[in-house]
């Protein structure tokens, strides 16, 4: 099956400077590549997700690259605001998807 | 558009007490549906996952266990519940299609055993 890692567990960057989070996969038939953002308390809530046939996407300041040779993922978030902190989950899958671990991002004032 | 629905919201049981978590999802036909458990500051474990009515697939085995009686209905029980089944639970869709498709969480069910 499927397996996911996720790096790192805990991120703290300073307001306003960039954040980036790394996953890989070991299933090469994997073609799905979303990934969720979790507050506090709350629901895992999609923030961007990605297909095998496309190498990036951007909306506003968080973008998704994908390496299928490499078979990993990053998501990439830009001019970070005390609003992206939260536990972020990576995912990988064709049917089901198999979830990384989370990061918890944590952004400094 | 789609929603989902899972109650109760916060529930607190004695240990040995059965359980009972409903999930119903409106506005899709045919989903696949799924149950997730969060232990505190930890990931996603995949409890059951159900492709149809009546069809169960079970990821870890444990005192829980899942059933699916209507097409958008996913129900969570156990006949007697252990202080390790604290946690929060989600239930999540996604539609029925091979190709990758992302789950929809519910809002989850917090679940504390005394």
């Known amino acids: 099956g499927e397996n996911v890692e996720q790096h790192p567990s805990t991120l703290s960057v300073q307001e306003g400077d960039s954040a980036v989070i790394k996953c890989t996969y070991s299933?090469?038939?994997?073609?799905?590549f979303p990934w969720y953002k979790q507050e506090l308390g709350k629901r895992p809530q999609l923030i961007i997700d990605i297909r095998s046939n496309v190498g990036e996407k951007k909306d506003q300041r968080i973008a998704v690259t994908l390496n299928k040779t490499a078979k990993h993922f990053s998501l990439h978030i830009t001019e970070t605001q005390p609003e992206d902190s939260a536990v972020y989950f990576c995912?990988?899958?064709?049917?089901?998807?198999?979830f990384g671990k989370g990061t918890h991002l944590i952004i400094q004032p | 558009s789609q929603t989902i629905h899972q109650w109760p919201a916060t529930l607190v049981q004695p240990v040995g007490s059965p359980l009972s978590l409903e999930c119903t999802v409106e506005g899709t036909s045919n989903p696949n549906l799924y149950w997730y458990r969060q232990a505190a500051g930890r990931g996603l474990q995949l409890l059951f996952y159900s492709v149809g009515i009546g069809q169960i697939s079970s990821e870890v085995p444990q005192n829980l266990s899942a059933s699916r009686p209507q097409d958008r209905q996913f129900i969570l029980s156990s006949k007697k519940l252990l202080l390790s089944d604290s946690g929060f639970y989600l239930c999540?869709?996604?539609?029925?299609?091979?190709?990758?498709?992302?789950?929809?969480f519910g809002d989850g069910t917090r679940l504390s055993i005394l």
């Open positions: 299933d090469s038939a994997s073609n799905y």
């Open positions: 995912a990988a899958g064709g049917g089901g998807l198999t």
């Open positions: 999540a869709w996604s539609r029925l299609d091979g190709s990758g498709q992302p789950q929809h």
